[in-house]
């Protein structure tokens, strides 16, 4: 099989260096000619683990090529995917599907024979069928099948969660677009992957009820964090005891500062805006949203307070930028509120985080950037914990309180051990723990 993937990001690098590893023959193609020349000479744009070696072993073996020619990607494909960007659009929350309808439409005119035009993009429900009538009036005389293929993979886990998925979904409106699907998926019959085939409709929908439903836990969870913070509770067991219960499940049970990254913030606007204008408004994403957004802007405040009331010309050892463990994405991280609020109060922050690429680009020119999580607590009056490296969690108590001047510790993912934390003395905070 053969296939070209539009879009060279993070969704189409990942799918692409996957699918080739699965046997099928894949083509990337991208508009930016220095991305597609980085990646021709090996080079990655992005931090996944793992992403490097496979797209080094893909293309050593000839699977997988890169070029920012449509039509030579297109040339004898079973299947054209569509990862580019939806970004959300300036102004009023909907998705942003101008690169979508503009692929599609190239794609369409590019195609020499019958082929499947595939939506791995995030796309409101009722895009696909835009997608059709894209695709009919550039080739009414086309054999082009429109197909809906969302993805749910996690940044840090990626090609893990492509390799072994807890199911494939695809939207499709014929036999023959569900044939050639199923086929580039068949090495995931043998761990026996639920595949759930659907109309376009339900397809698009099912990636954003589930990304929004996994907003909304996490919301609910760090709600019930701060009335346990009230109430003398413990949320970490609290989740435990709910967690156990089959029908609600452990994951997604972390409170924290609140959710970020490429896709909740994004898609739970998005799903929010089309529900209203369709007039079914799903009011629990909608307040989830504004609940997300509230808990981000008081997390600053957790740290002043901690110190008494003013950070004005103290220092703080920041721990962790990035949205996530295990990424260098800064995209809507909890950080890009909590740091400025922090040097607008006058605090003198060192940040440390082990992929700080993006985050040097969009924080504070004047942010000092510590070259490690020691140097960045050394002498500091006070530490806050923003995102749970792993490293970060062989900093005993005994290694902080030799290296800080000061006793405050503002965890804001539960790290530490809260006893353990107290008997080295420190003033110790966390998220729904006494
Ligand atoms: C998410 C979805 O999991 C994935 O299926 C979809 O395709 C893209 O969006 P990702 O954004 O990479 O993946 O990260 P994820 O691990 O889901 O975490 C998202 C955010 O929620 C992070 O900010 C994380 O810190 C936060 N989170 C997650 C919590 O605060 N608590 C939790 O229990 C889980």
Same mark, same amino acid.
């Given at each position: 099989m053969r296939i070209a993937m539009l879009g060279a990001g993070y969704v189409g690098l990942v799918s692409g260096a996957c699918f080739a590893e699965f046997g099928v023959d894949v083509c990337i193609v991208d508009t930016d000619p220095a991305k597609i020349e980085a990646l021709k000479q090996g080079r990655i744009p992005i931090y996944e683990p793992g992403l490097d070696r496979l797209v080094e072993e893909n293309a050593r073996d000839g699977r997988l090529t890169f070029t920012t020619e449509l039509k030579e990607a297109m040339r004898g494909a079973d299947a054209v995917f569509l990862a580019v960007g939806t970004p959300t659009r300036r102004? &009023?929350?909907?998705? &942003? @599907?101008t690169y979508v309808f503009a692929a599609a439409e190239q794609v369409a005119k590019a195609a020499e024979g019958p082929l499947v035009l595939v939506t791995k993009s995030t796309v409101p429900v009722g895009t696909g069928r835009k997608i059709e009538e894209i695709v009919r009036n550039a080739r009414p005389d086309g054999q082009i099948e429109v197909a809906s293929n969302p993805e749910f993979l996690r940044e840090g886990s990626a090609i893990g969660d492509f390799m072994r998925p807890d199911r494939v979904v695809i939207g499709v409106e014929s036999e023959r677009a569900a044939a050639v699907l199923k086929r580039l998926y068949r090495p995931l019959y043998l761990i026996e992957t639920p595949v759930v085939q659907t109309s376009l409709e339900t397809a698009e929908l099912i990636k954003y009820a589930a990304n929004a439903f996994l907003a909304v836990k996490i919301t609910f969870i760090n709600q019930m964090a701060d009335l346990c913070e009230k109430a003398g509770a413990n949320v970490h067991d609290v989740a435990r005891g709910m967690g156990l219960d089959g029908r609600i499940g %452990? =994951? +997604? @049970?972390h409170a924290g500062p609140g959710y970020g990254g490429s896709c909740f913030p994004k898609d739970t606007l998005a799903l929010a805006r089309t529900a209203q204008e369709l007039g079914a408004p799903v009011t629990i994403v909608e307040q989830t949203i504004t609940a997300n957004d509230t808990r981000k802007e008081q997390m600053a405040q957790r740290v002043i307070d901690a110190l008494g009331g003013s950070v004005a010309g103290k220092t703080i050892g920041i721990l962790g930028l990035t949205? =996530?463990? *295990?990424?260098d994405d800064m995209r809507d991280a909890p950080s890009l509120v909590i740091v400025p609020a922090l040097i607008a109060a006058g605090a003198k922050l060192r940040a440390y985080d082990p992929q700080p690429g993006h985050a040097r680009q969009v924080l504070p020119a004047d942010l000092h950037f510590a070259s490690s999580a020691m140097d960045a607590v050394q002498g500091a009056d006070a530490v806050m914990l923003i995102t749970e490296w792993? *490293? +970060? %969690?062989?900093?005993?108590p005994e290694k902080l309180r030799a290296a800080m001047k000061g006793k405050v510790v503002c965890d804001l993912r539960n790290v530490w051990d809260p006893a353990q934390m107290r008997e080295a003395g420190f003033s110790y905070s966390s998220i729904g723990r006494p």
């Open positions: 102004g &009023d929350g909907h998705a &942003d @599907l %452990r =994951k +997604f @049970l949205f =996530k463990p *295990e990424t792993n *490293e +970060f %969690r062989a900093l005993s």
